[in-house]
Every structure is written in C-alpha cells, then in structure tokens.
C-alpha cells in the first residue's frame, strides 16, 4: 500500500489506544532498526503509523514522540512495564479504603453534644423545655432563647431548629403583623362615591377627589376601603343589536376609527332603542344622538316615540358648521337616506360610514349608549314613569354627562372643558342645549324621586 494512501486512511480512521506488551515491544524493535539504519524513515513511519494510527514525525504529535522515547528509555534501562495497568485493582488490606457512612439519628446527634454540655448549660436548656410544656405550648418560647447564652448551633440541636432560625429568633423581635386598616378618608370617599351616583370607580374618584379637595390618594386605597365599605359600582350589560341597515348604500369610512378626531372634526350619530314608558304603545322608545369624537362632548340629541327619518333629522338639521366637518355613522336606514346627505352637505359636512356589522367604527356612540343605560336607566323602573319624565331625565343625565363626568381619556376632564377649547361655531336649540338652565338639579335627584 502506498504511504500516502495509507497516511489518509489512518487520519480518517485511526483511532489512538492502550498498547499491548508485543505491540510496544514491536514499535521498540522496529525504532532499534530505525536508529541503526536497519531500515528506512518511511517503513518506520508505516510500522508506527498500523500500531500507533498517527505519524511519528509529525509536528502535531511530539507530545506522543516525547513519551514514546521516554518509555523506550525507561524499557531499556529496566525501569517500566510496558504491561497495561488499566482495569487491574491494587491489592487492598483488611481495613483499607475510606470507611463506610454510619447512619446517625438527630437524637445521638443530641446526646453526643449534651455530653460535651456542662451542667449549667444543661441546666438551662431544662428551664426552656419545661416552661414550654407546662403552658401546653409546642413552640419554644422566644424571649427565653433571646436571653439564652447557648451557642446558635447547640440551641439548633437541642430544640430541632436550623441555625439561621435560632439566629432570627435572638436577634429579631418576632411580631405578628397586622394589615393596617386606614379608616381616616372613609367618610369622603363614601361623600364622593354617592355625590356621583355611585358611578365613578376607583381610578375616576382619585382624580375626582385630587380635583375637588387637594388629596393624594392612592387608586388603590381607594379600592380597598370601597371594598370594606361595600361600594360597588354598576355593571355595563351587553348591547343587543336591533338595527335596520341599509347596505345597499355604501359610503367610504373616512374616520378609520380615529376615536380622538386627530385628522378632522368628527361628529358621530348613531340611534339606540330604550324601553317603553307607561304612557307609550309601543315596545320601545328611540334616542339619537350626535357626540364629537375629541373631546366626547354630546352636541345634540333627540328622544321619539317612532324610530323614523325624523328622529335623526330633528337634532341634525340644527348643527351648523363653518368649517368642514365629517358626520359619521353606521348603515342605519336613516343615514343611507338622500335627505341625510344633503342636509350634511349643505352644511359643509362629508358623510361617512363604518363598514357593516362592525360597531367598533361607531364606537363613540355606542359608547356614549352603554353609559346612558348603565349608569341612568338602569337606576329606574322605566315602565313606571311617562315619556316627558324620561325625556327630562336623559336631558338631565346629558347635562350631568357633559360638565360633571370625568373621564381617563380626557385627562380627567369633562367633555365640557375640553368641548369649550375646539374652534367650532354649533348653534343648538336652546331646548336641546345641555348648556341649559345651570339651576337645574342633577339627575340623581330625578332619579331617587321614581326610586
């Protein structure tokens, strides 16, 4: 075989190993050869290369070289057997190697340190045990322990306690806390929770109450007395959809769900249905509104016994806009109307609607919707009262709504405060103006009157 074929087979496949006593003795003959010029540098190199798998000569292995003369050295000088050690044990005497670990109990453990205890130490550790058992405690006593003059480690054997429990127990005072209980805001925060209908959660009278009476108070301590006061705050239902949708008639959306009118001034109606009073034949009564989406503020609102095209045209027709404008709603047959959009276009508006099915494009009025049932209506018996009595009682909630009802997305202001910075020219009827009559008194008060 060739010596470089055979070179590139050892690389590949060689593997180094313990030799064999012939093996050694063969590779030392052939060395001996070597030296003597017996035979050349290449057959050395094979015989190396089938026993040893790498070359003699090369540089990467004179780590190998080094011990290979080493050990021939030592072989011809009598002072090494080439014989393999691997996997003979030494011959061991009765009694050698490292002994066996004896199980020892906690208690030999203990017996064998009172042993070393002197007696005044013994002493006190009797003093500690029996005070305990007589007043049938199975926890040592701490304040014994802290004047105790025992070693951390003698009191841990002795008491069954690791060391870095004795060490707390000596030098901490072991106290039992208390959640402390602060009651001193609870008569405002109960003030402030019924001054607002019991609508306003935590995070809303924490700014109400920074407002109106200059106190820090944590949402979350707010939280927790209304917890311990019991003050809870109503429940949104899910809204039921009974509208009629036109989507043959279709507009572009032009908002995109700018919620906070960042590109234009964004006017959004929409119409819900509310239960019937005493006093009307049918099922159900209609309210459309009109709320701007910057500041949330209710521009205009109409409440009628029939859900028809004049219900959205009665509040439309008196928003007037100098600037351009873009009046926003869903598919309802009332805004796919011809009459609709003209009466938009004429004043300086673009129509725009929400894509079918989706409320979310409508959401500020449908927001505006589930706050007006959950917070205004839910408080009454709707059937119990008459149309103008429910009429009043929603021009109150939009009033109130408007100038009293912080909310977070305004920076914890009312839609009035941010509605009063807006460049806009409204002229509203003065009936449907909640600007109107500041004498009147909140609905709460309309409300507890049917209550």
């Not at 063969?26 to 015989?47: A, M, P, T, V």
């Not at 796919?336 to 929400?354: A, E, H, R, W």
């Not at 020219?425 to 008194?441: A, M, S, T, V």
Request: with cysteine; proline share 1%; aromatic share 12%.
């Amino acid at each position: 075989m060739d010596t470089t074929i055979f070179r590139v087979f050892i690389y590949l496949g060689g593997i180094m190993r313990q030799l064999k006593a012939h093996e050694w003795l063969e590779l030392f003959d052939s060395y001996e050869d070597y030296k003597n010029n017996l035979i050349s540098k290449n057959d050395f190199e094979l015989k190396y290369y089938s026993i040893r798998g790498f070359s003699f000569f090369d540089r990467k292995f004179n780590e190998a070289k080094k011990y290979f003369v080493f050990k021939y050295n030592r072989y011809n000088l009598g002072m090494i057997n080439i014989e393999s050690q691997t996997g003979k044990s030494s011959k061991k005497g009765k009694g050698s190697g490292r002994p066996k670990r004896q199980k020892i109990t906690p208690i030999e453990i203990v017996k064998k340190e009172w042993e070393k205890m002197p007696k005044e130490q013994l002493i006190e550790i009797l003093e500690i045990y029996k005070d305990s058992f007589d007043r049938n405690n199975i926890e040592v006593d701490i304040s014994k322990i802290k004047k105790s003059s025992l070693s951390t480690r003698k009191l841990g054997l002795c008491f069954n306690k690791s060391k870095s429990t004795i060490h707390n127990l000596k030098t901490k005072e072991q106290q039992t806390r208390k959640k402390s209980v602060n009651t001193k805001y609870d008569e405002l925060i109960i003030k402030s929770f019924k001054k607002n209908k019991g609508l306003f959660g935590r995070k809303r009278l924490e700014s109400y109450i920074r407002t109106k009476f200059q106190i820090d108070l944590n949402y979350r301590t707010i939280g927790r007395a209304m917890r311990r006061l019991n003050l809870f705050c109503l429940i949104r239902r899910k809204k039921i959809d009974r509208e009629q949708k036109n989507t043959n008639v279709k507009f572009i959306d032009l908002v995109n769900r700018d919620y906070h009118g960042e590109t234009s001034q964004i006017i959004a109606t929409d119409v819900t249905y509310i239960s019937a009073p005493k006093d009307c034949l049918n099922n159900f009564v209609f309210l459309s509104v009109a709320i701007d989406h910057k500041s949330k503020f209710v521009v205009n609102y109409n409440l009628s016994k029939r859900n028809d095209l004049e219900l959205v045209m009665e509040h439309m027709s008196k928003i007037k806009m100098d600037k351009k404008w873009i009046g926003h709603s869903d598919h309802g047959f009332q805004y796919s109307s011809k009459t609709y959009v003209d009466l938009i276009q004429k004043n300086n508006g673009v129509v725009s609607m929400g894509r079918v099915g989706n409320s979310l494009d409508n959401r500020e009025a449908e927001y505006f919707f589930s706050i007006l049932k959950s917070e205004c209506l839910k408080l009454i018996d709707i059937t119990k009262i008459t149309f103008n009595e429910l009429k009043s009682l929603i021009d109150d909630f939009v009033f109130w709504y408007n100038n009293e009802r912080i909310q977070s997305v305004l920076n914890w202001k009312t839609p009035q405060e941010c509605w009063g910075v807006l460049e806009c020219n409204l002229q509203c009827n003065e009936k449907h103006l909640p600007l109107r009559n500041l004498g009147r008194c909140f609905f709460g008060v309309f409300v507890l009157s049917f209550n």
